[in-house]
């Protein structure tokens, strides 16, 4: 099921409703938040209810006896593995094969097509590394193996961060579910705020520019503006809607009481790329750090070292994404530009003009790297950049431009606002006037969700 | 590290009514955060709705229609209705709605006499062609000084299927053979329309989209000029399978060029040479609008040499009424078999704009 469909707004109030009837008694909400969240992933496809629940069992077990044996690294390593082969069986098994048979090929062997017929199951990178996180925890003792069945499924299934994430540690979300949950009226406030500030940045941002980003994306013939604005729609528009999935997501949570993290604090202010990957997709930034780059040695060594942690870092992460050589190539851009970040430190200081410059530089590396991200193959990437040797500018330009730079306004001008005065300062405001401002936005998102019909992009991931 | 396990089941002195409170409070919440909200939303709902019941017939079918045929017939139907008198009015298919560019051919011709086009699909076909005329010169009694009829041969395969769109003319654009939408997505869209125009821009599918960008943007262009642009990249073409290479026949051509008009076209030119018995036959041209060079071959050519005539005739119109203009032009003018590119649009207009310098026109501002 997904944020955006007609069910959701069933099953929403119907789960809630029943939560809050057990207000008094933890086990019950917490078997309800299962349940419900199991119906949740199986409306998508039932079939991989039971894969999604083979790694829970997996995650869970594991966690027990890391806690419990003398051979807690062989349990944890046996846990990895099979959480990884499920994960590198369902996401990455065809590009594997793909890659060897044109290897092959190009060493001279012939080779017969081989490709399997296997589906991705929706959100398996998200939950997959939240159970690896909770092993790895559980293993440096930073946590304790959890005995609850039903609460342990609970943490890894909740069904607002379950497909798209943030992907939560242990420590911040399953011990909520310990805790008594009781909604105040100010959480119900901001959940309805996070709510509509997620639907209009998923539909009326990312949505409408959906469309424009095809287009530049599809042609074999695009003008080089069209590479350049649909570059430039792309990068507004998968921020809108990975931010969109995020806010709705951490403002259902609220209304069962639960805290989500931030997955995003206004990235595209960055003024550096360390400031960028402190700012974007904060759950999986922090995740690599912990459970990449700081085992693999982080910062510690010689420089060479260093450098290589990061580069194997971004990689991981790249292909995180998705079975694409585009993808790697995305994590090794952001890893080098990473490794130069590092290396000449805190240059360009964060103030004045400087501060522009390295606002424009990280945003000109973040943005190659959405073209990489977006092209998708080898043969439209080039064929696009062969398009920058044509500049026409055609009347859809103007649209796109005057698009862009409004849409881009609204945001700019919400994120400034939410700097200066506070993520929810518009419950600040009196209530009439608050409520006007949330009814031109719901009718904003009405009017335009007419033409919208644009899955969750991190739903692929 | 370790957690505050509260494994607690219902307390013993929670009963459903303490429970439906529980759950009543939270709505209760809920509903105390979003009822101004929802009934300023059912307040903008209505002055929508009283907004659309009073906009103008036309502008509701406006609104009706979002496809490129669709959209071109009812503009050109409207401008038949609102345009004033003119020196030169062309009336034809595509290749003409594409091909000319009326506004650069009034600035090469001397005088820069007023220039309009009422040109649009080949699924309209002469009857079509005819409805509309009558609409701008007999309905309204408007002058036009010249009129050119722009046929390219692809228009004389007319089928039964088309009389559809002829259909949508004489119902002054409301019987569409195009799925219609709904009142409540008319409403959103007469929103985006009139509210959003600037700052939303959701284009069209394909290289119109490419090109235009939002449907309006291709709807202003028919309005205020009455022709369009092929949206098509220039350079290498997209649909190049269809024009083939200079080598090479299209297959369209081979198949349907080497055919006589159906008779169906021959009963549509006899609705067209009614009207133009009606207004005068001196003051129409007839214009053939050419094909890529690579589509000729002798059979076809012997086949146009005797059809152009019969379809002059069968107007009622004298061979010296044909605007002398090139059966072909090079491949790489092209959009499609039917279409020229936006570079050879200028081109084709200049030379155009030549011939009719050559040829006296009968002015309306005397």
């Known amino acids: 099921m997904s944020f955006t469909e007609i069910a959701f707004f069933a099953f929403l109030p119907l789960v809630l409703a029943l939560y809050h009837l057990f207000h008094d008694s933890l086990r019950i909400q917490n078997a309800l938040i299962f349940v419900a969240s199991l119906f949740f992933y199986g409306w998508w496809d039932w079939r991989f209810l039971s894969l999604f629940l083979l790694s829970i069992v997996v995650a869970y077990g594991v966690g027990r006896m890391i806690e419990t044996s003398k051979h807690a690294r062989v349990w944890l390593g046996a846990g990895i593995v099979v959480l990884v082969g499920i994960l590198v069986t369902f996401k990455y098994a065809n590009f594997f094969i793909d890659s060897f048979l044109v290897m092959l090929a190009q060493m001279g062997f012939s080779q017969s097509k081989f490709v399997l017929q296997i589906i991705l199951p929706i959100g398996i990178s998200f939950y997959t590394f939240q159970a690896i996180a909770y092993m790895v925890d559980v293993y440096r003792r930073d946590i304790r193996a959890e005995r609850d069945f039903i609460c342990f499924g609970a943490f890894i299934a909740f069904f607002p961060q379950l497909v798209a994430g943030p992907i939560e540690r242990a420590r911040d979300l399953l011990t909520q579910f310990h805790r008594r949950r009781t909604?105040?009226?100010?959480?119900?406030?901001?959940?309805?705020?996070?709510?509509?500030?997620?639907?209009?940045v998923k539909i009326g941002i990312a949505d409408v520019l959906a469309p424009?980003?095809?287009?530049?994306?599809?042609?074999r013939h695009a003008s080089g503006w069209w590479v350049v604005l649909g570059t430039l729609a792309f990068a507004l528009q998968i921020y809108g809607d990975f931010l969109g999935y995020s806010l709705i997501a951490k403002g259902v949570a609220l209304l069962f009481g639960i805290e989500l993290i931030w997955n995003f604090n206004f990235p595209y202010w960055a003024t550096s790329l360390v400031d960028f990957w402190r700012?974007?997709?904060?759950?999986?930034?922090?995740?690599?750090?912990?459970?990449?780059?700081?085992?693999?040695?982080?910062?510690?060594?010689?420089?060479?070292?260093?450098?290589?942690?990061?580069?194997?870092?971004?990689?991981?992460?790249?292909?995180?994404?998705?079975?694409?050589?585009?993808?790697?190539?995305?994590?090794?851009?952001?890893?080098?530009?990473?490794?130069?970040?590092?290396?000449?430190?805190?240059?360009?200081?964060?103030?004045?003009?400087?501060?522009l410059a390295g606002w424009i530089t990280t945003m000109s590396v973040v943005l190659v790297g959405w073209f990489l991200f977006r092209a998708?193959?080898?043969?439209?990437?080039?064929?696009?950049?062969?398009?920058?040797?044509?500049?026409?500018?055609?009347?859809?330009?103007?649209?796109?431009?005057?698009?862009l730079v409004t849409l881009s306004g609204v945001i700019a001008a919400l994120e400034w606002a939410e700097q200066r005065y506070g993520r929810f300062f518009v419950l600040d405001w009196p209530a009439w006037p608050r409520a006007a401002l949330t009814s031109l936005i719901v009718a904003y998102i009405v009017v335009v969700s007419q033409h919208t019909d644009v899955g969750f992009i991190y739903f692929q991931f | 590290m370790t957690p505050n396990v509260d494994t607690s089941g219902p307390r013993a002195g929670s009963s459903v009514r303490a429970r439906l409170t529980e759950s009543a409070r939270v709505f209760a919440m809920i509903v105390d955060e979003t009822w101004r909200t929802a009934a300023l939303l059912i307040l903008i709902g209505l002055v929508v709705?009283?907004?659309?019941?009073?906009?103008?017939?036309?502008?509701?079918?406006?609104?009706?229609?979002?496809?490129?045929?669709?959209?071109?017939?009812y503009e050109q139907i409207l401008r038949a209705q609102s345009l004033p008198d003119q020196d030169i009015l062309f009336i034809g298919d595509s290749s003409c709605l594409m091909g000319i560019h009326v506004e650069r051919l009034a600035a090469r011709l001397p005088g820069t006499p007023r220039v309009a086009s009422l040109c649009s699909i080949a699924y309209l076909g002469p009857t079509g062609y005819a409805r509309m005329l009558r609409t701008f010169l007999v309905e309204r009694k408007k002058h036009a000084g010249r009129i050119v009829v722009v046929i390219h041969p692809d228009q004389v395969r007319r089928r039964k299927a088309w009389d559809a769109w002829v259909r949508f003319v004489d119902s002054g654009g409301q019987a569409s053979p195009e799925q219609q939408q709904a009142p409540?997505?008319?409403?959103?869209?007469?929103?985006?329309?009139?509210?959003?125009?600037?700052?939303?821009?959701?284009?069209?599918?394909?290289?119109?989209?490419?090109?235009?960008?939002?449907?309006?943007?291709?709807?202003?262009?028919?309005?205020?000029?009455?022709?369009?642009?092929?949206?098509?990249?220039?350079?290498?073409?997209?649909?190049?399978a269809d024009l083939g290479d200079a080598g090479s026949q299209p297959k369209h051509c081979r198949e349907n060029?080497?055919?006589?008009?159906?008779?169906?076209?021959?009963?549509?030119?006899?609705?067209?040479?009614?009207?133009?018995?009606?207004?005068?036959?001196?003051?129409?041209?007839v214009l053939f609008t050419p094909v890529p060079s690579n589509c000729l071959d002798p059979e076809i050519e012997a086949n146009w040499a005797r059809m152009k005539p019969d379809l002059v005739t069968r107007l009622g119109l004298a061979p010296e009424q044909v605007i002398d203009m090139p059966v072909t032009y090079p491949l790489d003018v092209f959009e499609s078999l039917t279409h020229l590119d936006r570079n050879g649009r200028l081109i084709y207009t200049d030379a155009l704009a030549e011939k009719l310098s050559a040829m006296p026109v009968v002015s309306t501002r005397e």
């Open chain 1, 279 to 355: 700012r974007w997709h904060i759950s999986l930034s922090n995740w690599l750090r912990d459970y990449i780059y700081v085992p693999l040695g982080g910062s510690r060594g010689s420089q060479g070292l260093y450098i290589r942690n990061l580069m194997l870092t971004m990689l991981l992460g790249g292909l995180w994404h998705g079975a694409s050589w585009t993808f790697v190539l995305w994590g090794a851009l952001h890893g080098v530009a990473l490794g130069i970040n590092h290396l000449i430190g805190r240059w360009p200081p964060a103030y004045g003009l400087a501060s």
């Open chain 2, 49 to 73: 709705f009283f907004a659309y019941r009073s906009l103008p017939e036309a502008d509701k079918l406006r609104l009706a229609h979002d496809k490129t045929t669709s959209v071109v017939i």
């Open chain 2, 257 to 285: 060029f080497r055919h006589p008009p159906t008779a169906l076209y021959f009963a549509a030119l006899d609705d067209l040479r009614a009207l133009v018995a009606q207004v005068g036959a001196e003051r129409f041209l």
């Open chain 2, 184 to 240: 409540l997505a008319l409403m959103t869209r007469m929103v985006e329309q009139y509210a959003l125009d600037h700052v939303l821009s959701l284009p069209m599918k394909g290289t119109y989209g490419l090109y235009y960008g939002p449907l309006q943007r291709f709807r202003d262009e028919v309005t205020t000029h009455g022709v369009a642009s092929a949206p098509a990249p220039l350079g290498p073409r997209a649909n190049a």
């Open chain 1, 376 to 403: 998708g193959d080898s043969t439209l990437m080039l064929s696009m950049i062969g398009a920058l040797g044509n500049f026409e500018w055609y009347p859809a330009h103007s649209g796109l431009l005057a698009m």
């Open chain 1, 183 to 200: 909604v105040t009226r100010r959480q119900v406030a901001e959940a309805i705020w996070l709510i509509v500030l997620g639907y209009f």
């Open chain 1, 212 to 219: 424009h980003v095809e287009l530049a994306y599809s042609t």
